[in-house]
Every structure is written in C-alpha cells, then in structure tokens.
C-alpha cells in the first residue's frame, strides 16, 4: 500500500510540477488528519474510559456489569428501546403518506407543502417540546383535552420526537418514491392490474429498502436524542438523559462512557444494514427508466389534499405555537403582544449572547466545514493513487454517520478534557465546538458533495493534467463552479445543523460560551419557558432566514454564471 | 526534433510494459515503437489492456515493468503533466461551464495574455471546422462538434504527441466517416505522432498508417492495414479483422490439406498441426463462369443471394463438403456470366495464393 503512495511521490530532478502531487498529499493527509483529530481519537478516548475506573485505572468490564445491574438504567434503556420502536411505527407511515400525498399527485403548491413537511429541520428538538407545554402543559391551552392526563411522560415525548424525526423519515421516502419507472405502471394497467393491486405490487416493493432506511434513521435519532425527554419527560428517563447526568451532573464519566457505547450500538447496527441493502439496490432504477408522472384524478387529489392539511397543519402547530407564545404576554391568560420575553435580561443561560455565539458558530461551521467537506470530497473522488489514504479519508467521512452526537460529545469531554492532552486548553473554545459540528455532520455533507463531484465526468482531471494544468486550477475553475448549487446545500445543511444542534455540544460548552440551543434547556428547567421559546424562535427565524437567503444568492449567481446550464 | 540529428527516428517507445490489476493481467510484456508523424491505431476487443496501454502512455496510470520513452526521455514514471502530449476521450471530457474558446486556451499560458490566445484559438477553431464558435457552451454543440473542440483543445499547446482514446465510438455513423476522414487529413497536415485507441476494426484499418491488434493483454501483430487484413498472423487476428470462411482440413502433404473429399493446394506454409482451419476472405473466392478441371475448383450449389450495395453477397454450399458453408463476394457487374439463381450449380475456385492455414479445430 504505502509502495502505491510512494510511486506517485516525484523523483528527484523533476521541478516545478513535481510539487503537485507533493501537495495532493499533503492536502490528503492533513485531511486525514482533522478528522482523526475531531473524530477518531475523541471516539477511542470513549472506548478507553469504559474499561477505566473513576481514576484512569484499567478495570475490564467492571463498568458494564455496573450498568446492567443498576436498575434506574436498565429501566432507562428499555425505555429509550420502546421509545424508539413506538416512534418509528407511528412517524413512518405518516411520512409515507405525506411523501405519497407531495409526489404521486397533481395537487397545486406541492412546493410549499414540502417545504411545510420539512420545515421541522429548521428548529431545535426542543421546539415541539416546548409547544407541547403550551399546548397541554400545566396551564396548557388543550389541557382539558388530556381529561386530567398529563403530557409530561411517555406520549409526550412521542409526540416531541414525531415532530423531530418527521422531516429526516420524509426526506428518505421521497427520494425512493421519485424513482420511480412509468414503465411498470403501464405494464401493470396494460395486465389489468387496479390502483390497490399496483400499490401493493409496484409502489410498496420500490421504496421497501427506503422505509427500512429510514426506519433505521429515525430509531437511531430518537434513542440518541436528548432535547424532547429533558423538557416533556417527566420522570420517564431515557438513555440519552441519562448518559448526560452521569457525566455533567455527577462526573461519573466511566458509567458516562458505557451508556455513550450502548447508545452507539443502534447506529453502528443500521449502518451494517444499510451497507447490506445498497449492495442490493443498485439495480432499482436502470438508465432507461421513465420518469412517473401520476395521471389526473380528481379523488386521489382529494385524498392527497386531506392527507397533507392534516399532517402539515399538526406539523406547523407544532411549529408555531412555540414562536406565537414567545411573542405573548403571559400564556394563556394574557395574550397580548409583547417583545419582553426577547429581553432575555432576567433569565439565565447567556440570553443574546448565546444567540450571538450560535449564529457565529453555525457561520464558522458553514463556511469552514463547507470547504473541507468539498476539498476532501474532491481528492476523495478526482485525484489519483494514494490509495491507502484516499480510503482512510473516506472511511473517516462516513464514520459521523454512526456516531450519534451525544457520543460524539462524550469523546469530546474525554479527550480534550483530558488533563495531559495538550489540546487542553482548547477545551470550551468556540473553536472547539466548530470542529465538533463539522465532525457531527461530516458524513452527509460529505455524501451531498462527493455525489456532485461523480456527476463530473472522470476525464476532467485527466485532461487538465495532460495540459499541464495544476489539479488546484481545475477545482476552482471547473469542479468548484459546477458543484455551486451542492456547495449552497451543504452550507445551508451545516449551518442549520449548526444552529439547531444541541446533542454534542452541551458536553463540551462553558458557560461563559453559552449557545442559543443550549439555553434553551437551561430556561426551560429554571421554569423560563417564554424565554425558551423566545430563543427557539430565534433560532427557527435564523435558519429559515439564511435558508432563504441562500436560494436568492443561488438564483442570483444562477442568471449570471451558469448560462452554460441551458442547452441550445 | 529531425531524425537525422541522432539517428533516431521513433518518437514513442515502450519496452515490456506489464500492468496487472489484482490476478488479473492487462497489459503482459507490450513492446511497441511509434515512429515521428506515424498515426498508429491500438485494435482489439474490450478488455485486451488497449485502454490501459494508452493510460500508461498518458502517466494517468503506472506499470507494474518496463519503461516508457518519448523522444528517447524516459516518461515511465513522470507524471502526465511532464509528458509532453494532448489528449481526447471517448466522452470528450468538455468543461461545461466554461465557453468553447475557454476550453481550448485552458492549457495555454501564461494564462493573462488574452489577446494571444485568442487568436490561437481561432486558428484552432478554424482547422477543426468551427469557425465562429468561441462564443458557445458544450451543452450548445451537437456531439461531433464537441468533439471537434476537444481535438482542439488536445491540439492548442502544440503537443508532440496525439492520443486518441476511442474518439468516434459516440458518434452517428455518417457524423463518424466524415470526422474520420477529417482527423486523419488533420494529423497529416499537422504531422503530430498520434495513437489512437479502438475497437471498431472498420476505422482502424481505413484511419491508420500502422495497426496494433491486441487480446488478452499481449500484441498479436503490428503492421500497416493492408498486411493486417491480407496477411493476418495468427488465428485471433484473422477472425477480428474483416469476414472470412473457416474451412476444417487436414495435413494430407506439403502445402496440401485435405477439406471433405477435396484436395486443396496453399502458397503459404502450413503450421505443423494435424488438424487445421483454412482461412478465406469472401471476396477473394472466384465463381468462375464454367467448369474447367483445375486445381483448388470445387462445385457448389447456390443457396442464397443477398444483395449489399457495391458488392453481392453470395451463400454457397460447396459439394463434397457436408455441413460446410461458404460465402462469397462478388461486384455484379464482374461476374462473367448470367445472373446467379439460387440453386444453381456453380464451380468456385478457392485461390491457392490467398488461402491461409492456421492450426485448431473450431473456429474460436
């Protein structure tokens, strides 16, 4: 292997060009060594603290035996493993019948609908909690709805949670369900196949491996997810809580550590799934494939309509009750319109300064992780040999994947926690917390960019070098400019991610840089519950603002750059 | 560089170049020289290690053994920005976002002297017939004029050397004869060595001054296109190359096979096989207008005739041979008799001069 690095290391005598391929290197291993830094030893530091005692002793498996016998994290766990199952049941054929509603109808404003199906992605997890409060806490506006039932507890947190996942299920589906072949339905019809049999028979089969995946998804997310338990919860406790209370609450980082690695087992399970069913897939949708087009039909439209009103508008109430009640005065008794709740002068948990941290780590996120994620991309994909590296790197890319946030925060505090680390100062940093949400985010800004660099053609590289032209050039000149509308999701995609994100960095935040997600949980356990939705308001604003921003910025240097998209 | 200066004369020499990819191996032992302004066409199946020959050429891939010299500098292990040649591909590898005229300056430099390249370009333009198109996006071009551009910008640093990695194969087949023709009055004009790499024997044979066949990683015979076709060397050249009958004979003395219950008479050598197929291009078998007791004449009955433009395509089934068929080719007008009615009796002569013998007993 290393003999394939070494043939592409010029020899001696040869100038000048000679140094590209000494910077393609370069640039390869210093990639590496990023991610090995944000990701790689953070995630051994866990391995090693579970078989540690409290004092950095060895002690094999002790720590797991204690957790298996402690009954309040037994109890725990199988909540978390019900709470995953219930979820998962419930979200997916409601993201399904919505993905079917938006795509295999002709109902007008589909466009909005998906937008209103995704518009969960912009806000902190803790949002729906919160709505949830308003809506059937103790002084909630549906409260009588319960009949005397609470929602704090296990439905709660289900409701919460199908908010929460609902976009990622969504998102999932309707990519299997666009690939779709006409051709098969009109073989069905031609067979005399009706609605119900070639629903049965073609639909359903095409997007079975979409809803395993996304099923996989949404049980990882939900067992990991640590904002919806903290706020509605109750006393019904769940992992992800409890792995944050041994390590932040009581400094018990061994026990930490063995709840991090359980809870890394759902995720590391679906990646070995996922891996197994894209070997499979490969063959779904051939090149000769017709795109579907649904026919017109006056009653599926209905149907659909129905079915998109009804799921959007609980996704939306979800959404809005939390931003209306931050702009009233005291819910539900005093509904008139106030900003006093944006004062955040009263409340702890940082106020407009941890606003200000956020949007400026979600920028520095967005902008450095962008051009990471695309130069690690690019040497991924485009250049040659280095073929050792270039699978580590890639490794290293799709790793994030199985690590849930709350790990990935864990390893943080361990590793550069870590008193001889001398990294260690760094600890608390802003720049840390960068770091820590590139890594957290990696795999999919990596997947979304190295999909629209293989559309490029093979050649390119090829051509330059054959003219003398330096990779360098190319990437700026060609791959850069082509990728422009992947590059704008992928910052969009950190910068929000960034934004609403609240499972690794509450490990690894100080007070004095407090984030706008984070403080959020903090006023809503000091009882500051109109703050708290005040600041997730904040964030939602945020996030849908630079969404927005970044489509115009995209149509923009659309008209004036990429008229070589249009043919003829 | 003029030969004459040091006496050599082969501008492009690669000496035991192996390539194996895991067990499996593309490239065994290639020897092969191209010689200053030579246009030399690499034939053969896919998979016979023609693209990875050329890919070793460009430096786009290293071998396992052997060495690569251009201009007597070894290139072996430089990397394809120190080699000095231009290069198209089968997909041209246009850069779509960039104008045509940006395309073909992308190597030129120094890169801000605008107003020279651009008068390269348009004498660029102007020699691959597309005047006028600076202006346009790769999207905008019909196939044959991207490619055009790409053999443009292969061409606008001047490169000593031309490689060609199936450069037609995406084109219509009227769009693929002009372009042809074009590319190879192109080279000669310009006198740049050029290897191109194909698997359509039809267009390596009309476009090349020398033709490489390769299978299975190994070189089966170099020579011009004439000698390829008449005088193939070994069995897998003369079945790749062209039609032709298999007749399964026997040794029955020197230069004579025994086919059926005929005796036949060769020109060439035999191979020192027991059992041999006889080799015969359809055009090269004569029906002759009447019967004369000569050697190498057999009697054969008409069993099909097909019409194909310039030349009739004749099925025959020659007596004595059971099970045997063969076809010929003839120009209707020089067919020195009637017109030809299937189930006829004709006597057809199988030429002694062109008749080839190679060993085996299937046709492979």
Known sequence: MLSAVLRWLPRGGQTGIAGEARIAILLLWALVAVLLLGLGLPLLFIFAKAVQDGDGGFVGLVNFAQVLQSPGLLRASSNSLQLGLTVTALVLPLAFAFAWALLRSRLWGRGLWRQIGLSPLLAPSLMPAISLVYLFGNQGLLKDWLHGGNIYGFWGVVLGELFYT??????????????????????????????????????????????????????????????????????????????????????????????????????????????????????????????????????????????????????????????AASFIKYWPYNLDFTLAHYQFDTVDGGGWSAYGNSLQLATATALLGSLLVFVGAYVCEKLPGMALGRSLLRFL???????????????????????????????????????????????????????????????????????????????????????????????????????????????????????????????????????????????????????????????????????????? | MKP??????????????????????????????????????????????????????????????????????????AAPAQRDYGIVFQSYALFPNLSVADNIAYGLKPRHERQRHRLRVRELLDMVGLPGAEDKYPAQLSGGQQQRVALARALATSPGLLLLDEPLSALDARVRDRLREELKGLQQRLGVTTLMVTHDQEEALAIAD??????????????????????????????????????????SGVQEVRVGNHQLRLDAALPPAPALQLFLRPEDVIIKPRWENAPNTVLARVDNISFGGALTRIRLLPEGMPGQVLYAEVCPGMLDRQPLVPGEIVPVELPAARLLAFAGDLPC
């Open chain 1, 166 to 323: 609902f976009p990622h299920a969504l998102l999932i589906i309707m990519t299997a369900l666009s690939a779709a072949d006409a051709r098969l339905y009109e073989a069905g019809r031609v067979l005399g196949a009706g609605p119900l049999r070639q629903f049965l028979t073609i639909t359903l089969p095409g997007v079975r491996y979409g809803l395993v995946s996304a099923g996989l998804v949404v049980f990882t997310l939900v067992l990991t997810d640590f904002g919806v338990p903290k706020v509605v919860g109750g006393d019904f406790n769940v992992l992800a809580v409890e792995a944050f209370k041994q390590v932040i609450g009581q400094q018990n980082f061994p026990r930490g550590a063995v709840v991090g690695l359980l809870l890394l087992l759902p995720a590391i399970l679906s990646c070995l799934v996922e891996r197994r069913m894209a070997r499979r897939q490969q063959a779904a949708l051939t090149a000769r494939a017709q795109p579907f087009a649904p026919a017109p039909s006056w009653l599926r439209d209905a149907g659909a309509l129905l079915l998109l009103l009804a799921i959007g508008l609980l996704l939306l109430a979800l959404l809005g009750v939390g931003v």
């Open chain 1, 397 to 568: 890319a799709m790793l994030p994947m199985a690590v849930p946030g709350l790990v990935l925060g864990l390893g943080y505090v361990f590793f550069f926690n870590h008193p001889a680390n001398p990294l260690h100062g760094w600890y608390g940093s802003l720049d840390l917390m960068v770091l820590c949400c590139i890594a957290h985010f990696y795999t999919t800004a990596h997947l979304t960019a190295a999909t629209a660099l293989k559309q490029l053609d093979g050649e390119f590289e090829a051509v330059a070098a054959s003219l003398k032209v330096p990779f360098w050039v190319t990437w700026w000149r060609v791959s850069l400019p082509v990728c422009l509308p992947a590059l704008v999701d992928v910052a969009r995609f950190l910068f929000v991610s960034a934004m609403t994100t609240l499972s690794a960095l509450i490990f690894i935040m100080t007070p004095e840089h407090s984030l706008a997600a984070v403080s959020i949980i903090t006023m809503d356990d000091a009882g500051d519950t109109a703050a708290a939705a005040a600041m997730a308001t904040l964030v939602v604003l945020s996030s849908a603002g630079l969404s927005l921003l970044l489509s115009l910025l995209e149509r923009l240097l659309g008209r004036r750059n990429q008229r070589w998209r249009k043919p003829g």
């Open chain 2, 210 to 251: 020398r033709v490489v066949v390769m299978n299975a990683g190994r070189i089966e015979q170099i020579g011009t296109p004439a000698e390829i076709y008449r005088q193939p060397c070994s069995r897998f050249v003369a079945e790749f190359v062209g039609e032709a009958n298999w007749l399964p004979a026997t040794t």
């Open chain 2, 4 to 77: 004459a200066e040091n006496g050599l004369s082969d501008h492009l020499t690669m000496r035991g170049l192996s390539r194996r990819f895991g067990s499996f191996t593309a490239l065994d032992a290639v020897s092969l020289s191209i010689r200053k302004g030579e246009f030399v066409c690499l034939l053969g199946p896919s998979g016979c290690g023609k693209t990875t020959l050329l890919r070793l050429i460009a430096g786009l891939d290293l071998p396992d053994a052997g060495s690569i010299a251009l201009q007597a500098r070894d290139i072996t292990r």
